[in-house]
Each structure stands twice: as C-alpha cells, then as structure tokens.
C-alpha cells in the first residue's frame, strides 16, 4: 500500500462546544454527560465547507471513544457542522469508553485505536438489528514518547530500555542502558517518573504491543487497553498524560503525537535503521505503508508492523478506526452518520490529516472505506 507523502504543519486544534442534552444516537440510550478529549483553539485548516455533501443528514450526533483522534475529530466536525448544520459531540473519553458506549447503544459510532474483538463484535449484535459492529480505518499517526528533561533536547531509546522505563525497572536517567544510547549527553541523576494512561486506551494497546513486538525479552505482559505493568504514574487521556509529563520534570509517557507539540520534546527512536527516527507524520505513513488488511466480509481491520526497520519507518504508530453498525443503525441518526464518514473518508477529508500531524489512509484500503460506507443500512 502506498500512502501519500505529507507536510508537517503544527496547528493547534480545538474542541467544538456543543451544548444541550444529544439524544439521537445509533442504536438506543440517551447520554447528556459531557466529555474531555483534549483540545485546543479552533483549527482554521479545515476542508472548505461548501464541498462537504450533506445529503439528508440533519439532527444530533453522539460519539465517544479515542481521545487520539480527537484533534481530527475536530477539525472535521467544524467543517461538517458548518456545511450541514448538524451537531456532532465527540467526547473523546478514551477507545475502551467508546467501544462501551456503542455496544451499550449510546452513540451513532465509536473510534477505537484498537480494531474490535470477537466478544465486542458479539456484543454490537444487540444494538445493530440485523448486523453488527465493523472497523473503518481513517486515521493514521505517530504515538509520541515525550519527555521532559531540563538541558537534554535530544534522547535516544530503544525498544528494550522503553520497555524496562515503563515497567520500572530502569528507575535514573543517567542508568548506563540509557547512557549508552546518548554517547556525549550528560544526563542528570534524577528519578524517572513515567507516565501512563488510566483508562482503558487503544493508545496503550499499540504501545505495548510495540514493546512486545520489538522487546518481547524486556515486555512480557499480554497486552490490551487497560496498562497491565506496576508502578509509575497515571493519568486519564491522551491530555492527561501530556499535562503529567509537561508539568513533571524528569517524566516520559507515551502520546498521539499532536498532544505532544505543546513544549514537550519526543524520543527518537532506535529501530535498527542507519538512523534514530523521530515520530513524525511521514515516518507513520513509512511505517503503515507495511500493513495489511486482516478484517473478513465488512470489516477493514489492519495488521501493523511494529518490527519494522525500514528507512525512516516510525513503528509506534496506531490506526483509529471509526466503529459503525454495518446493519441495524437507527434510521434517525444514519443519514447524518453516512454523511459525516462520507466526508472524512473522502480525499477532501483525508487531507485535514496530514496537515495536523496525522497520516491519511493508504489510497488502497480508503477506497474500501468509502465503498463500505455507501453500504450502511
């Protein structure tokens, strides 16, 4: 799969207010409880208006679920809502709270960073009538190790001293496993203090399945979205953990990496390659370019590689995919849920991402989604 090559343009995002009690959702509850995902001031890159076809969606849509997309989320909402008049609320409470939501029938669709399990997809038969749950991928990024660390602008880790920091057992950031990926860098004898996420996350599911991919000898833990190793500090959502780190010094935590643009510095990653690799879009889209997609019948799961030592390849690096019933959806809500993932399915659509530090889905797999989406009922 080839993706398109991107230009990095650091814009602050921001959350779109949404006032007022939603109760049209896909498949059933009310839920008027209001969400924090992270956002920022208004982005003004988004895709013009006027192009977005609205078709005959109107109303109030409820979502929920990966607070790593949420910065997307945004931008797209404000150039849909603008266009069609339609409110969209993402609240943006993490990929485990989404997936909940919607196979408790309390949201029009969900974003997960993790594709759906068998149990989840079991359970989604309850509130899609006829159908089930199905992943659609459309958003791609890097996930950011970022720390924060007086005098050291520029640090170099691996997998396996990654792995040890965050399961505690690499405790000084002068340890000699770290000193020895820094020849030249003085590092002070200070505790590390890492940070992870508190509620269930896809981001945490892609991380950790990274380290086990690339240090299963260091990682040895299962793997999910609840974080599984002892110790460190949590925090709830991809804000959270930023906000830790950036108020602690000598922290690290993993992040999408838009959460990291505000005055945090990122870890280059030692992959093999000739060169550490700094997370960045383009080295996301190297590294997504080696999925393959893994999903049956409707469904657009994809398998990454998280080994990957290709030439300037990021391999922790997540997919969001957007969590719809394939059948079943309510028909109050469908018209402005197909329209909505029209949109951000669409080249138009795509391109929002790679200016905000996300990769576009490959041509390949976006041309699927989009015939997929036409098929909602």
């Given at each position: ?175 000699k496993a770290i000193q020895d990926l820094n020849k030249g860098v003085e590092l002070p004898d200070l505790k590390i203090q890492a940070f992870h996420r508190s509620d269930e996350s896809g981001t945490t599911d892609n991380f950790t399945k990274y380290l086990k991919a690339a240090a299963p000898q260091d990682w040895t833990y299962s793997g999910g979205k609840a974080w599984q190793a002892k110790g460190g500090q949590s925090a709830s959502g991809s804000s959270g953990v930023a906000q830790g780190v950036k ?131």
């Open positions: 799969m080839k993706l398109q090559r991107m230009n990095r343009r650091a814009l602050a995002l921001g959350a779109l207010a949404v006032s007022g009690a939603l109760a049209l959702t896909a498949c059933g509850s009310d839920d008027t409880g209001n969400g924090s995902g992270g956002g920022g001031s208004t982005n003004a890159g988004s895709a013009p208006a006027s192009n977005i076809k609205c078709d005959d969606a109107k109303g109030q849509l409820l979502a929920d679920g990966s607070s790593a997309q949420k910065h997307a989320i945004d931008a797209w909402v404000k150039a849909f809502s603008q266009a069609c008049g339609v409110q969209i609320n993402y609240k943006g409470q993490g990929s485990g709270a989404g997936v909940t939501a919607f196979t408790q029938g309390q949201v029009a669709f969900a974003g997960s960073d993790s594709a759906l399990k068998p149990d989840e997809v079991t359970a989604s038969q309850k509130v899609c009538s006829g159908g089930q749950a199905i992943d659609l991928p459309m958003v791609g990024g890097p996930i950011a190790v970022a720390y924060n660390l007086d005098d050291v602008d520029n640090l170099v880790l691996d997998a396996a001293t990654i792995a040890k920091i965050f399961d505690g057992r690499i405790t000084q950031w002068n340890d108020s602690t010094n000598g922290a690290i935590g993993y992040m999408e990496l838009s959460y990291a643009k505000d005055g945090l510095k990122t870890v280059a990653l030692n992959t093999g390659a000739s060169a550490p690799v700094q997370a960045s879009s383009d080295g996301a889209t190297k590294a997504i370019a080696d999925a393959q997609v893994v999903g049956t019948g409707q469904d657009l799961a994809l398998k990454l590689n998280y080994t990957t030592k290709a030439e300037g390849a990021y391999p922790i690096t997540l997919v969001t995919y957007e969590i719809v019933c394939d059948k079943g959806n309510k028909s109050d809500t469908l018209p402005a849920t197909k329209a909505f993932l029209r949109y951000i399915a669409s080249a138009e659509g795509q391109s929002v991402l790679s200016q905000n530090d996300y990769a576009p889905i490959p041509d390949a797999v976006i041309t699927k989604v989009r015939s997929t989406i036409e098929g909602l009922s």
